[in-house]
């Protein structure tokens, strides 16, 4: 984690050089406080690796800091090892048992997850669900589903915002979105095989073709099993995005699963700097600090339109296919055997846009993803985008997104 680098190069920051008639320098180092902080994250996910990797940063640019990464008590469940003496906390708090401890210690603690609201003294750095429900529907939409649905089993692992901020989304854009509500509450232990049937019968009393939200990777992996086994076509008949990313289990799944990206090292990098205000004497700010997801990495899960015009599926995936070679709408005629006005009318009938702001929402899209390579220039994605220069491509982002590209990139990243 750089702690030998951190802490070096907080000492030279502090390191007073005098000089004396001009002549010989003096080098004085000053005595330099090294907080021990525990981080109570799992590292076995992709979210939580990259929250770690977040709080790391700033401790290797900001901070003279001992990071102490996923403890376990006997049990492998995170705690704080017995006997340990710290500064502070960053955690992600998912019981009243492990906030009855953490607050034992009367240590300053930073959340970052929203499974429990108002605990006292502590601090917040969460996701933005209205962000990543509007992200969510926005990718489906484009799709153009009209039928929705969310899959978030009773659970102490994950809030209910999710859902409920999802399906405000949904309801807002004129839409129903059926939820599922097996009748058990968190903490049921529920066999496979009941596990199975009940999900099947939800799924099949759903209107199809239908767009899912499952509340994260793994739960969206559960759902396209159970698809597998009960002959349900993915993403014919059900298109699956996960509300979270884990690379590996989105990749490997069958089919690969479409996923929202979140911002985790921004995350971590937030939670950091909080914390470090916290143990500096500040208190915590009485609402959470939100951070906006990132953007959707398409996989085959959600790889199909839900249209029932040939003419406007072509044209669609051509526009997919070749929006960032700078095309326009000339182009979709000579692709397609439609008139331009027929063009027009069924985009507006199907999508509520024209072609031309089809193919500036996929090249805006592609920008925003591209925008997560950080080896990346601003000019090389607004090029590789489909636009003509970065100036084009950061007045149109910022339209779209309300940020400049280079802003969005720096709330990205923790930087």
């Not at 000089?19 to 000053?30: D, N, P, R």
């Not at 981080?39 to 992709?46: A, P």
């Not at 992600?92 to 210690?105: G, K």
């Not at 309801?171 to 509500?181: L, P, S, T």
Request: proline content about 5%; overall charge neutral.
């Amino acid at each position: 984690m750089g702690i030998a680098r951190v802490i070096l190069r907080t000492a030279k920051a502090a390191t007073e050089i005098a000089t004396s008639s001009g002549a010989a320098l003096e080098v004085k180092e000053k005595a330099i406080k090294v907080h021990r902080i525990a981080i109570l994250i799992e590292t076995e996910s992709t979210w939580g690796r990259r929250v770690i990797r977040g709080i790391a940063s700033f401790a290797e640019k900001r901070a003279a800091w001992h990071l102490l990464i996923d403890p376990r008590d006997h049990e492998h469940r995170s705690a704080l090892p017995d006997g340990w003496r710290g500064d502070g906390v960053i955690a992600r708090i998912t019981s009243r048992l492990q906030y009855d401890q953490l607050a034992a210690t009367k240590l300053p603690v930073v959340d970052v997850d929203d499974v429990l609201d108002d605990l006292p003294n502590v601090a917040k750095v969460n996701t933005d669900e209205h962000a990543r429900a509007k992200l969510a529907l926005e990718h489906l939409m484009a799709r153009g589903f009209t039928n929705y649905a969310y899959f978030a089993p009773p659970s102490s692992r994950y809030s209910a915002r999710r859902g409920e901020a999802f399906a405000a989304a949904v309801e807002e854009a004129g839409y129903a979105c059926h939820q599922y509500r097996p009748g058990y509450r968190a903490g049921r232990k529920i066999s496979w095989d009941e596990q199975q049937r009940r999900v099947t019968r939800w799924l099949a009393s759903l209107p199809h073709p239908v767009a899912i939200l499952a509340v994260d990777a793994h739960h969206a992996h559960q759902i396209a099993e159970i698809c597998h086994f009960a002959e349900v076509r993915v993403p014919d008949d059900v298109a699956i995005l996960a509300g979270d990313s884990d690379d590996l289990l989105c990749e490997v799944s069958t089919p690969p699963l479409s996923a929202v990206s979140m911002a985790s090292e921004r995350i971590g990098y937030q939670a950091a700097e909080l914390l470090a205000a916290l143990i500096a004497g500040a208190k915590p700010p009485k609402a959470p600090l939100l951070v906006q997801p990132h953007d959707v990495v398409c996989r085959h899960s959600t790889d199909v339109l839900s249209i029932d015009d040939p003419t406007i599926v072509q044209a669609l995936r051509y526009i997919q296919d070749h929006a960032h070679h700078g095309i326009g709408v000339d182009d979709i005629l000579r692709e397609v055997a439609i008139s331009r006005r027929s063009l027009e009318i069924q985009f507006r009938n199907y999508l509520e846009r024209s072609p031309a702001e089809e193919i500036r929402r996929v090249r805006l899209e592609r920008g925003r993803t591209l925008l997560g390579k950080r080896e990346m220039s601003i000019t090389e994605v607004a090029m590789a985008s489909g636009f003509s220069n970065a100036t084009r491509f950061g007045i149109a982002f910022r339209k779209q997104y309300g940020s400049t590209p280079r802003s969005f990139r720096k709330a990205l990243f923790a930087d």
